[in-house]
Structures are given as C-alpha cells and as structure tokens.
C-alpha cells in the first residue's frame, strides 16, 4: 500500500475547474483552456506522500523551474504563459503558481543520466546494463558514465514505481521520429544543465525531464518542456567536493527525510501498511535548507 497519507481536499477558486491532484502539484484549467499549476509544500518518500510539509518547497520548486526553463530557452520551448496568480486564489498562491499552455502529452519520463545510481544501478548490478543498454564493467554506485544515456520510463501514477523501458519500447509506443526527438532533446539540455551546475560546482547526476506536444495554427506540432525541470525533486544534484565513487554520494534533496524514515527513531516499516509518521521539527527544516541551498547555489541568487 502507499500513496496520500490523507489526500488533501483542493482549493475552489472561482472560473477554475480541478483537474488533477499530484504528489506535489494540483492542477487546475481556467475557462481559457489553459492550465494552472500550483506547486504545494507536501513532501513524498518512498511512495509516499507525508503528513509533513517542507515549508516554501512549492515556491523553490517553481521559482527554480523558471529559471532554468530561461537558461534552456534556445534548447526547447517550454509550457509557461505567465506567473499570475488567478483572480480569486489564495494569497499562498503567489510564487509558486504557473499558467501554461495545454500540450498533449507524451506518455514517457524522459531520464538522462551522467552518472550511475539508483534504480539505474540496481539494473546495472544484475545486467550490465541500463535500459538494455550495455555499460562497462567496473561500475560502482555514483561512477561518471562514459557518456550520459538516454533511460526512460513510463510514467506511473502515484504511489506506483516508474518503470524503466527500453528505447525500443518507446518507439513502438511514440513512433521512430518522436523517440529519436526526445532523445536528442533530452540528452542536450542534460548536456547543458550539467555544464552550468559543474560551473557551480554540483553534480548532476541524473534528470527527468516531461514533453508534450503544442499545437500551433496551421496544424505544426512543437515538442515542448514541461512540468517541472532540473529542481531537487526530478533531478539528483550532488556537492562536487564530495563526490566519491563506491558509496551513496550526500545530495540536495530529500535524503534526510529517506534517512530518517529509514531509522529507528521512526519506527516505520517501509514495506508494511501502515503510511509514514510526521516528521521530527529538525528534519523538516533540515531539509527545507536542502532546498534553499541549491536555489541559491544554482541560480547564484538569494532566496527570499
């Protein structure tokens, strides 16, 4: 079992209509057809979303979005219209609401990876490969690729695993032109995030990025950027000073929640029933400052 903890009721905003309620973000359509995504504080682990909220993760999550989607601006087209916050909308909405542009989407996560871990790793460990793709032996968790690799996988819904597939799955699914497409797309913007957060001296280790396609007057279909890009929950950054092949590297993300929850002084059975309990002050603001570190180390702008 996994998913909400207890899911939480949405919003009403007047001229709005609820579509979706993610693990982080609710979604909504105003009578123009496009869409509004709120960003929420929830936190998820293991499946699970939290009873605990990481205070003004929405907004680092939406704040650091938009800039990446600038510094890629000449890579993809990206789904944003504006950052206004509806007319009738809580105060709360402010900073981490987007109105975008209504793409049909494409049904695959789109993951590059530059280094080896996680669930990547585990296949790895059996295989050698990654997504059938062959890698050199040798191999330990956190070891730089020889090249980064295209390793998607279906989207799940949640509390379900993504499950990786191969490239040939995906263009049975999508077709060869849309597959080769997200490939290169998806391994250019890796390229040029990597470059930018090596000069900040991060890792990027691995990304997920989602597509969708706008359709624009006269019948041309654009591959578009969407959801969110390159934050601490789609992507896994790492402090270069202390990467170090062989063992689990320390990251700007959600792992001290994992690690507490992993501990006895939670108390919890990951693999039990029962749903995660609230997490300790400490850890919470622990992991907010996670957060806040890599807004400010990536973009070199202070949050506030």
Known sequence: MSGFVEKPEPVQVPGLTHLHTGKVRDLYQNAD??????ASDRQSAYDWVLPSDIPDKGRVLTQLSLWWFEQLADLAPNHVISTDVP???PADWAGRT???????MVPVECVARGYLTGSGLAEYRQSRTVCDLALPEGLVDGSELPEPIFTPATKA???DHDENVSYEEVADQVGADVA????RTTLDIYARARDIARERGIILA????????????GGE???????EVLTPDSSRFWPADQWQPGRAQPSFDKQFVRDWLTSPAAAWDRTGELPPPELPQEIIDRTRAKYIEAYERLTGLTWS
């Open 157 to 159: 819904a949640v509390g």
């Open 180 to 183: 080769a497409e997200l490939r």
């Open 98 to 104: 987007l109105v975008c542009t209504s793409l049909a």
């Open 206 to 217: 691995d990304t997920k990025f989602e597509f969708g396609f706008d359709e624009r007057p």
């Open 33 to 38: 057809g496009n869409l509004i995504m709120v």
């Open 221 to 227: 279909k654009v591959l578009t950027l969407a959801d």
């Open 87 to 89: 007319a009738g909308a």
